[in-house]
């Protein structure tokens, strides 16, 4: 076997060529990894963002736009918001971390703000680490403005970027999370404080990898913040998220994303992901990885529409979601599923199709009664009708 610097050297080679020549990558941001580990049995999507392709470029050149995505406004609108909150060396920032999440600590009064830039992705992570050492060992509330920190995904490197790390004089550190929603009368939209507290979930396990690097280790904090504009003003306010359970569940799935390294080796030779090939071409490509597809990617991938048209043109039961997926056992497409109700296929023992064909059968029934019903109902209307005429008329039939 090669050794793992010439194995990573190879992989990054194998994941260009997927790519697509002169394609530059998109980097892999804690939104998506979140999503990724949302779904983690969907091979086309790890493939897809270990290799750094743009879904949403490749979604529209595979003729199925996404409909996801953030508006330019929203982007804009978030850009604006977050320059506010750390205006004048983030102290309204830490005044709210300390309020928050550290009252008994000493009250911040000129914090730091380390230097942070350094030349790509791994020489600003390595930068980003040497200042949380440094402010851990200075025990001084230290802001680090958009710090980049690596988190190793399915065997490669993903970078990610959170809006900011706060160090505090005890030496630990907290993740704050900048979000242009209202939180109104202290609390903001339940579905986007989830997605909020899954991205941060994301960052605090990148965390835990460079603080595990340095000794003593420091504490993560598993409370973020997340600060969001008050009511509908453009002040900022802040509440704690406890991220603990998202932090377990993430890190459990993205331990069980299969390796990028195995499903780059199980794909035909040639095959490229490049928005320039032919539409036939690409769609060839995409469907060589098994996807997983589910109606909760509509909220959380590119490829969602190309993705469920086809797993409904192949009849897979997935379509109609992964609690009813789970139900049916070794039956994954509608056609296997109604020749089980009805008998034609699957082993009675089965307790899926025991299941199915139970409620095959009470759907017959009900719909006999109904019938019997419907069949009461229209004799009863015509008898009424019948007297009503017989009456107008006084008993005389015309
Ligand atoms: S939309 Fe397709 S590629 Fe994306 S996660 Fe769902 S199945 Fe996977």
Not at 19 to 32: C, S, T
Not at 72 to 94: H, T
Not at 297 to 322: I, K, M, N, P, Y
Not at 336 to 346: D, I, K, R, T
Request: some cysteine; glycine content about 8%.
């Amino acid at each position: 076997m090669p050794p793992p610097r010439t194995r990573g050297t190879a992989l990054r080679h194998r994941l260009a060529e997927l790519r697509g020549p002169d394609v530059p990558a998109k980097a892999l941001d804690a939104r998506a990894l979140a999503a990724l580990a949302a779904n983690p049995g969907c091979k086309r999507r790890a493939i897809l963002d270990g290799a750094g392709v743009n879904k949403a470029v490749l979604a529209d050149a595979l003729g199925s736009p996404s409909a996801f995505g953030q508006s330019q406004f929203a982007f804009m609108r978030g850009n604006a918001f977050e320059a506010r909150v750390k205006a004048d060396g983030g102290a309204e920032l830490l005044r709210l971390v300390h309020e928050k999440l550290d009252p008994g600590a000493e009250p911040p009064t000129r914090a730091r703000v380390p230097e942070l830039t350094a030349i790509g992705p791994e020489g600003r992570a390595a930068r980003t680490a040497l200042a949380l050492r440094e402010a851990t060992e200075a025990a001084a509330w230290t802001l680090l403005d958009h710090p980049m920190l690596a988190l190793d995904v399915a065997g490669s490197p993903a970078f990610l970027e959170p809006d900011a790390v706060v160090v505090h004089p005890d030496g630990s550190w907290t993740v704050v999370e900048i979000k242009s929603f209202p939180m109104l009368d202290g609390s903001a939209d339940p579905a986007k404080v989830g997605a909020a507290a899954r991205q941060s979930a994301v960052y605090v396990l990148a965390l835990e990898e460079v603080a595990a690097r340095l000794d003593p280790t420091p504490r993560v904090r598993h409370r973020v913040l997340l600060v969001c504009p008050k009511d509908f003003s453009n002040l900022p306010t802040a509440s704690a998220v406890d991220v603990r359970k998202q932090r377990a569940v993430t890190g459990r799935q993205l331990g069980r994303l299969t390796r990028i390294e195995d499903i780059a080796d199980s794909l035909p030779e040639g095959t490229c992901f490049a928005p320039d090939r032919p539409a036939a071409e690409l769609t060839a490509a995409v469907e060589s990885v098994p996807a997983a597809y589910a109606p909760e990617c509509l909220a959380a991938c590119e490829l969602a529409f190309h993705c469920r048209d086809h797993s409904r043109a192949s009849g897979a039961v997935t379509t109609l979601g992964r609690s009813l997926r789970a139900e049916l056992g070794d039956l994954t497409t509608v056609d296997e599923v109604l020749a089980a109700a009805h008998g034609q296929a699957g082993d009675p023992d089965d307790p899926a199709v025991a299941a199915l064909r139970r409620a095959a059968e009470l759907r017959a029934e009900a719909l006999e009664g109904a019938a019997e019903l419907r069949t009461a109902a229209l004799k009863g209307a015509a008898e009424l009708h019948l007297t009503a005429l017989e009456s107008a008329t006084g008993g005389v039939p015309r």
